[in-house]
Structure formats: C-alpha cells, structure tokens
C-alpha cells in the first residue's frame, strides 16, 4: 500500500484505524502533529473569507468570457463549464429601464446601491426582476467622493478584465451559480445568517444616538422617524444596527438571543475564531472604552475605518462577544476557549496563530473596510489585492493539504441579478412586498415576519485540494449551507429555534472526497490576479 493509500484510509477507516492515526502509529504524511477534533471528512480547516455586498451577475455575468478591450490587460481564453449568466435577450431586450452593461477596470470604483430588505422585494417585482433601477440604484440621493451616482449604474457587471483572480480561483477550483443569501436584507441579516441561520431573537436600542436622531426602539422593534428605516421589526432584524455587546459600536444597537455556530464550536472544544481587520483597539476613552479608529483611505477617496461592527456577527451575541476588543493571552491560545479574546480577533491574530503552529480548524476572516469589496469605500481591484495576498498565504502553510476556503457575501448590495431567487420561506409584513403589498411568499401559520427568503444570488467559491476543479455547483444553496457544512464537517448538531440549518443543503457535491486531492499551489498576483508562477507541487508535511 502506498502512503497516499495510507492517508486516505486514515480519513475513511473505522474508529479503530482513526485512533491508530492519533496515536502516530501510521506515518501519513497528511497527519497534523496533534490530533485536531473528530471531523466527518477530509476537511480539517475551514477558511471562511466573508466578503462584502456583490450579487452573482455583478461578477460572474459573462463567466468564462471576458470583453478584451484594447488598453485593458486580457484574460486569457478558458474552458469552462458553462453558468447562469447574462446572455442574449437578457443583454439585448432586458426588461429594465436600463440595459446591463460591462463596467471596465478603469471604473472599479462604484456607488453603493439601495439594499434593504423592503426595497430589493420591490426590484423582483412579483419575479418579473424589472424595477432594479427604480428602487435599488443609486442617483442623486448620495455621491462619493468624486464618484458619480447614476441609478442605472446599479445593472454594471465586471468582467475577468477586472476581478481576474475570482475568475481564476473558479477557473482552477469550484463556484456555485445557485447561491442565495438565506433573507433578504443588508450586511447585518447576511452576517447573523452565516453563523447562526437566523435574523429572529433581536432586542434593540438607539445607544449612543442623539434625540435629534429620530431613533424609536420598543419591545420588538427598532426603527426612525422622518425616514424610511426600520432596523428591526417583531424582533427581526431587516436592517443595520451595531451589535451590542461591542464597545466600538456608535449608534442605533441590537442584542441577539439564542445560540450560534461559535456555541457550538466553544462546546465541542474546535479551535475557532472570528479575524476582523481594524478589530484591535486604537485606543481607549478616558473611560476605559475601547476605540477602534485605525483607517485607510476609501476607493472614492476620505479616510475609511477598518472595522466595522456591523460586519461582526458574533458581537451581537452576549456568549460569543468580545465587547472590549481584549488581545489574545497568548499566540498559542488563540481560538481556544481558554483566550481571554473570547474567540473574537483582529485578522493579524490569525497569521500569529497560524505562525505558532495552531491555525484554528474554523475561521473566518473579515478584510478591512478598504478591502472588503463593499461599494462606495472599497472595490473590486482593492478586493482582489486582499483575497489573492490571503490565499496565497493560506495555500503555502503545511495545513493547505487538509483545508478548503469558502469565499462567500453578505448580502448583494442591490447589484442586478437576474434571477428571481426561490421564496420558501414567506413573511406578511409591512416591510414585505416581493408578492404584492405586505407579501412575501405564502407564509405559514410558522412564518416569521421580516424572515422572507431565499433573497439575492450571490457568489460563492469553494478552493481546496479536494475541490471538483473547475465545477460548477447548480444546485440550490444557501448562506446557511455554510453554517450546515461546519455543523456536519465537526458533528455540532443543529442550531434549532428556527434556523435555516435545518433546512440548508450542503456542501458536500462541491468536493470528490473519492478522488485523490490536487496538492498544487494556484499562486496569483495580487495587482493583476495573474498566475505569478507555475503551479508548484506543494511539499506534504513529513
């Protein structure tokens, strides 16, 4: 029997085999040195990169066929499977007012479009998907910088011309095209679904608001006076308020109940953690309060803050927060419930933990604001410098053998998407009307109000050795089919008290757990998101 033989019976064997694995009796050359926690596949480290607010179409509308301009670096030709994108009568004879239309890198920067929960039922318009531009673009109610706002700029698409390296990363590993965010709704619903499948359970308050605000909060609800803004509603939250339980938090706040996958993972004893740039304090207030003012400059220029609180899900629940941002005891504690971090991090602890020889088995890293994609302060080239710098780290550390990286979004952001998403759980609202007024779906006598779904189609890429390369996932997924794979991969259990857990597909079809992995590094440039070099045959840890 060969070793590669070897290691694959230690991830498949009975118990037996496995604990003679443990104990290093067999000398697999996929072995860690200690033995991590029990898992159900060969997958021992998750990599959640959880970018911000793109819709499937905004970068992956002409997938695999870029446009080529002359004074725009090509992408090279491809073979690959074919995808749900913009073609023929949707290009040509599109229902909306404004036709789609290829955005070219000298445009990266964008406005951020209209995307809350109510207004992107009104663009599906009852499944016709023809009001995008009426109430989900972006004209002269905002302006950035010196980037100009046009409603119609919200039905723009890039091409491989621009966001070259996710094309390349689809290209070499996996990307599904029937991905959908599990509600509709902006980046605090897309965050509370990932890690916990579930919006419900939500208390609120105005914090540190002014009176002149206009910030109302009652028992089940959280919203603003003299404009168009609920924040939460019967207890769900539809929109953005600031976690709680964070010290950085500045405005209108919201305090979860229940439990999420952290919970989860803090019990079973999985090394685990949240790594969010700008998460280390600044400073603090004269009163001890933790600040969080470290900055870049933004894609529409302005100084951009690193951190937002928002954008961190497991802050808004008292067991999983980290309310004053503490560092982490030491490098090798990070992501064991012995930290005083509380698994709650800034994105440079996740490359000290991994120096230290304890990469935490799940992670999800969160870019700083510059960096993370969001329209209006980031963009896609600024994106790609951070996916390709990680990944490249990510794909050189001993643990590459046994990872996968899931490179997701939050929430679309209003970018056009043509396909009408799947509503199989309804809510009848005020704030609902993707059905016809106060209407989503047809909600059961179950349904929870502000809980419509499944909303926008959004990418998701899957990079890992055991990764189908180049496939093309057309089944149905969701943002909680993340939240699923970790619950299988490490035998969590369910969430329970209605989280979309239970109902999620998984991920599973993405990998060949059958074939023997690909151990070849994809290394890329993080300016151009080019292969930088041949592929290199990654060494196994010995």
Not at 23 to 44: F, G, S
Not at 242 to 253: K, L, M, N, W
Request: hydrophobic content about 35%.
């Amino acid at each position: 029997m060969t070793m590669q033989n070897a290691c694959r019976l230690g991830y498949f064997a009975a118990a037996i085999l496995r604990g003679l694995l443990a104990a290093c009796v067999l000398p697999c050359l996929c072995m860690a040195a200690e033995p991590a926690a029990a898992v159900r596949t060969p997958i021992r480290h998750l990599i959640v990169i959880y970018q911000e607010n793109v819709s499937f179409d905004h970068y992956f509308a002409t997938y695999p066929h870029a446009a080529n301009l002359e004074g725009e670096r090509p992408f090279p030709a491809i073979r690959a499977p074919s995808v749900n994108g913009l073609s023929g009568p949707l290009l040509a004879r599109n229902p909306n007012s404004r036709p789609p239309f290829r955005l070219p890198p000298s445009h990266a920067a964008t406005c951020d479009q209209d995307h809350s929960y109510l207004d992107e039922q009104r663009a599906y318009d009852l499944g016709l998907v023809d009001r995008v531009v009426e109430f989900e673009g972006t004209g002269a109610r905002r302006s950035y910088g010196q980037t100009a706002c046009d409603a119609g700029d919200v039905m723009g698409y890039f091409d491989g011309n621009t966001v070259a390296a996710l094309w390349m990363y689809a290209h070499r590993f996996a990307l599904a095209d029937n991905f959908f965010g599990t509600t509709f709704g902006p980046s605090t619903v897309g965050a509370l679904n990932l890690v916990a499948g579930q919006t419900h359970g939500a208390n609120g308050d105005c914090g540190d608001l002014p009176p002149e605000a206009g910030c109302v909060a009652t028992a089940d609800g959280l919203s603003f006076t003299g404009r168009d803004s609920v924040e939460i509603l019967d207890q769900t939250i539809i929109g953005d308020p600031q976690p709680a339980f964070d010290e950085c938090s500045t405005r209108e706040r919201a305090a979860m109940s229940g439990t999420n996958v952290g919970d989860l993972l803090t019990k079973k004893h999985v090394l685990w953690g949240f790594f969010q740039g700008g998460f280390r304090p600044s400073g603090h207030a004269a009163s001890g309060r933790a600040q969080c003012g470290t900055a870049h400059p933004g894609s529409a220029g302005g100084s951009v803050p690193d951190y937002i609180p928002h954008h961190e899900p497991f802050q808004y629940y008292r067991s999983t927060a980290n309310p004053g941002h503490l560092p982490p005891t030491r490098a090798d504690l990070i992501g064991s419930n012995e930290d005083a971090a509380n698994h709650q991090y800034d994105l440079e602890d996740f490359w000290s933990a991994a120096t230290a020889g304890r990469l935490p088995e799940v992670a999800f890293l969160k870019a700083p604001a510059y960096q993370d994609g969001h329209a209006g302060y980031s963009d896609p080239l600024r994106e790609q410098q951070f996916l390709v710098e990680t990944i490249n780290r990510l794909q050189r550390l001993r643990e590459w053998r046994d990872m996968a990286i899931v490179i997701a979004y939050d929430d679309s952001d209003g970018w056009y998407d043509h396909v009408m998403p799947p509503i199989v759980r309804g809510s009848a609202g005020a704030q609902d009307a993707v059905s016809g007024e106060r209407r989503c779906g047809q909600p059961g006598a179950a349904a929870v109000t502000g809980r419509c779904g499944y909303g926008p189609r959004l990418p998701l890429l899957v990079l890992s050795p055991w990764v189908r390369p180049g496939f093309v996932e057309h089944r149905l997924l969701d943002q909680a089919s993340i939240l699923r794979f970790i619950e299988d991969n490490w035998r969590l259990g369910r969430l329970g008290a209605g989280s979309a857990d239970e109902e999620a597909d998984t991920l599973d079809e993405i990998f060949d757990w059958a074939a023997p992995p690909r151990w070849n590094w994809l290394l890329l440039d993080p300016v151009t998101g080019e292969r930088r070099h041949e592929e290199q045959p990654l060494v196994p840890h010995r």
